[in-house]
């Protein structure tokens, strides 16, 4: 079964600390594509970042990073000195080969307070 | 440039009636997606096309839903007859889906409208 689970329904921080958002999936394909995907209060899903099966590397974009490992089939999103504008809910989804659709977790709540 | 485009951005309904929903796909896309969000459910897609063509329609949750693409930079999602249960979010998302080589590894990254709230009363 495909299968992408968010434990974490809503985290509640303040302004400045670091929090990380966890990510399982369940996968009985090799080649498998894994998202994460921000939804603001405005309601649209902005696209944050994808990242191959084959390429476990962690990657680091400015305040956010994503940590990847096989080993555990998790892909943790980490905020760094969070700021209120991060406040949205985070969705973990999945893609396999030969299938575009999207699995998605149910999403993680981020409040960040000031 | 454009994202994708979706109308309307709100739809309120009485039970009975037929609703349409519309989407734009970002040029150049060749995948088109149609997902339902709930509280309930989640996210779940109920349809996708790729060159205008439905691959998979097993989201879709009975009869009363019909989907089109009649060409490349357009679709609709229509229930008719709409019930409160379908109040939902509606998003349209799309790609541009490749296959590399004679591995069937394929890339591509779902683009999201900014959703139809529709509300059936």
């Known amino acids: 079964a495909q299968k992408v689970t968010q434990a974490q329904t809503e985290i509640s921080v303040v302004e400045k600390e670091d929090v990380t958002l966890d990510c399982v999936y369940e996968?009985?394909?090799?080649?498998?594509?894994l998202f994460w995907y921000k939804q603001p209060p405005s309601g649209e899903l902005v696209f944050l970042i994808r990242?191959?099966?084959?390429?476990?590397q962690n990657e680091i974009s400015g305040r956010y990073s994503w940590n990847f490992q096989k080993s555990t089939s998790s892909f943790n999103f980490t905020i760094t000195a969070s700021q209120v504008v991060d406040s949205a809910v985070y969705f973990c989804?999945?893609?396999?080969?030969?299938?575009?659709?999207?699995?998605f977790g149910t999403g993680t709540r981020l409040l960040v307070s000031p | 440039d454009a994202g994708v485009i979706q109308s309307p951005r709100h739809e309120v309904t009485e039970m009975g009636q037929e609703v349409t929903l519309r989407c734009k796909p970002i040029?150049?896309?060749?995948?088109l997606f149609w997902y339902r969000q709930t509280m309930m459910r989640g996210l779940e897609l109920l349809i996708y096309?790729?060159?205008?063509?439905?691959?998979?329609d097993s989201g879709m949750p009975e009869d009363r839903f019909s989907a089109k693409m009649p060409n490349a930079s357009f679709s609709t999602l229509k229930i008719q007859p709409s019930e409160p249960r379908d109040s939902a979010v509606y998003f349209c998302?799309?790609?541009?889906?490749?296959?590399?080589?004679?591995?069937?590894?394929?890339?591509?990254?779902?683009?999201f409208g900014p959703g139809t709230r529709l509300t059936v009363l």
């Open positions: 998302a799309s790609s541009l889906f490749h296959r590399f080589g004679t591995s069937g590894v394929s890339t591509d990254t779902q683009y």
């Open positions: 996968t009985r394909d090799t080649t498998y594509y």
């Open positions: 990242r191959n099966s084959f390429d476990e």
């Open positions: 989804a999945l893609r396999w080969r030969g299938f575009q659709k999207l699995v």
């Open positions: 040029s150049g896309h060749n995948s």
């Open positions: 096309f790729n060159n205008n063509v439905p691959i998979d």
